[in-house]
């Protein structure tokens, strides 16, 4: 009966988004302009979090120019909102008008080599329309590469499975954290390449906090597994610097870090990656994640709390 109801949700709640996405993108952004006035007067959206965090990052600006950064990202995340809505429908035409990207003939390059790539961005500009990537480098890939994106599941099923279907229209794989490396391998034990897009600006849990640097002038803890996954796996590492250009359009450039992860030294993949995503940022603050409470964990109560023993984090015991 669950199932039932499941399925008959899912097509209820995806013919209505579905619905929604076929109405023209001018109307989609009349819209966003309403949501606008809601979520930064009304509501005022995760606020406390948005101004501590431009707070922080940019000490040296006034509270005028951080106030001023604060309502244009409202209105860029509400434009996210309904761009994600309208990516169901549109047409690869007019999605690649909007997202560009440079640099795919060096990206098919290295996957017609053999090797498969860690693509690593951020939640900068709109991320949900960078798997449109497919449309630009597919057709200069003369092998049988599979390309997808890591992505969280959501605990309500049946709106999980909506982002699903949306996410997967240009015919790429989403992957779980937990599913990466059995993904990686088992596209490897077939001979296919694999082209892999992470999104690492979110918070660590406690017990995987392995590495801590400066990002936006604030001590952050960030995740290093990815780096473990490229030396393992001696994967091509490219990061995709993200610019916005006007409502609606994106230039995206592919840059290559390294293409032999063995000749760099521990973390060096991590440092040079958070630093690539924070000259992004710098350019245009307003069109990062700033409502994602991201330095919600300190150096001080890791330390407090936690030890290393062994590569590995584990809780301190209480003294006796």
């Not at 296919?192 to 990002?215: A, E, K, M, S």
């Not at 063995?262 to 060096?268: A, I, K, Y």
Request: net charge positive; with cysteine; proline share 3%.
């Amino acid at each position: 009966m669950k199932k039932i109801f499941n399925n008959i949700a899912f097509w209820v709640i995806y013919g209505t988004w579905y619905g929604l996405s076929l109405l023209p993108l001018w109307l989609h952004y009349l819209f966003s302009d309403i949501l606008f006035v809601f979520m930064a007067y009304v509501l005022r959206y995760r606020r406390r979090v948005i101004s501590k965090n431009l707070r922080n990052a940019y000490p040296d600006k006034s509270e005028q120019e951080r106030k001023k950064l604060r309502m244009q990202f409202y209105r860029h995340f509400c434009d996210i909102l309904v761009e994600t809505i309208k990516y169901t429908s549109i047409t690869d035409k007019n999605i690649m008008r909007r997202m560009t990207f440079k640099n795919s003939e060096q990206v098919a390059e290295i996957l017609n080599s053999g090797q498969s790539i860690a693509l690593l961005l951020g939640h900068y500009g709109n991320w949900e329309w960078v798997s449109s990537l497919v449309l630009w480098v597919r057709p200069l890939i003369t092998n049988n590469t599979v390309m997808g994106q890591i992505y969280h599941p959501l605990e309500n099923e049946v709106i999980d499975r909506v982002v699903l279907k949306t996410r997967g229209r240009m015919k790429s794989d989403s992957v779980s954290m937990k599913e990466t490396l059995r993904w990686i391998l088992g596209n490897k034990r077939e001979g296919r390449p694999t082209i892999l897009g992470y999104i690492n600006d979110q918070v660590p849990t406690w017990h995987n906090i392995h590495h801590w640097l400066t990002f936006l002038n604030q001590e952050t803890p960030v995740f290093t597994g990815i780096e473990r996954i490229v030396h393992s796996q001696n994967q091509a590492v490219v990061y995709v610097d993200v610019k916005k250009l006007k409502r609606g359009h994106y230039d995206c450039e592919f840059q290559v870090i390294t293409r032999d992860p063995s000749t760099m030294g521990e973390f060096e993949l991590t440092d040079i990656y958070f630093s690539r995503m924070e000259q992004t940022i710098n350019c245009a603050p307003q069109y990062w994640l700033w409502s994602h409470n991201r330095w919600k964990r300190t150096r001080e109560e890791f330390d407090r709390r936690f030890k290393v023993v062994n590569g590995r984090v584990v809780e301190k015991t209480p003294e006796a």
